[in-house]
């Protein structure tokens, strides 16, 4: 399984864009990048998922590198309720209905 | 839409004893996942089932095995509970094998303490 590196903590002012990197330099042609993100007490719960080209969704923007060896998980704004623990995940496009690997993530720390 | 829900939400048992952690998946959801996380790490991957058989398997002893129901619903077994089972046991639903919309989506967990 292709593995993912991520900072252990980030810091962000609330109301200020936050960007969250992510390594994954041994990452193959099928794979897709997913994030996830824990909030406190929770299950993960998904947040984005991109192949190639930027994506954009309601929650964040993912932006991925065009040698796709890393990625960044853009909140535009960071609110309280973001602080949370962030997963970046690969997943094979032949396996997208199996198992999530997790790493150890970035928990994001939101100040007011 | 009640989302993934698990039961119960917490849990204390006895070194030796056996458990039985219960998941009911999201509406419309085939697929159900099982993880095991301890406390400061991720999630890891036990086992996933659709069609009411076990499709893949994480590095976890015969100890963990599971059970889907024709309702789509999952359970977890727990033999011969270790101290070193206390965890987060999270369930995640998702849609299909081999489909591309594959998000997947969690239960809030059952917090197993093995005493």
């Known amino acids: 399984d292709a593995k993912t590196t991520q900072p252990n903590s980030m810091e962000s002012n609330e109301e200020e864009p936050v960007h969250l990197p992510c390594n994954h330099s041994?990452?193959?042609?099928?794979?897709?990048i997913h994030w996830y993100r824990q909030l406190p007490s929770q299950g993960p719960e998904y947040v984005i998922h991109g192949l190639t080209s930027n994506v954009n969704n309601r929650m964040a923007s993912l932006a991925i590198a065009e040698d796709r060896k890393s990625s960044t998980l853009i909140l535009h704004r960071a609110t309280l309720r973001d602080a949370a623990v962030y997963y970046c995940?690969?997943?094979?496009?032949?396996?997208?209905?199996?198992?999530?690997?997790f790493g150890q993530g970035t928990e994001l720390s939101v100040k007011p | 839409d009640a989302g993934v829900t698990q039961s119960p939400t917490h849990l204390i048992k006895t070194r030796g004893q056996q458990v039985t952690l219960r998941c009911s998946p999201k509406s419309g959801h085939d697929t159900v996942s099982w993880y095991q996380q301890a406390l400061g790490q991720g999630p890891q991957f036990i086992f996933q089932y659709y069609e009411e058989e076990e499709r893949q398997r994480g590095n976890f002893p015969d100890r963990f095995s599971g059970h889907q129901f024709p309702n789509y619903s999952s359970e977890l077994n727990v033999n011969a509970l270790l101290l070193g089972d206390s965890a987060l046991y999270l369930c995640a639903s998702s849609l299909g094998q081999g489909t591309l919309n594959t998000e997947a989506f969690f239960g809030q967990g059952t917090r197993l303490t093995v005493v």
């Open positions: 041994t990452i193959s042609g099928t794979d897709y």
């Open positions: 995940i690969l997943r094979d496009v032949w396996n997208q209905g199996g198992k999530l690997i």
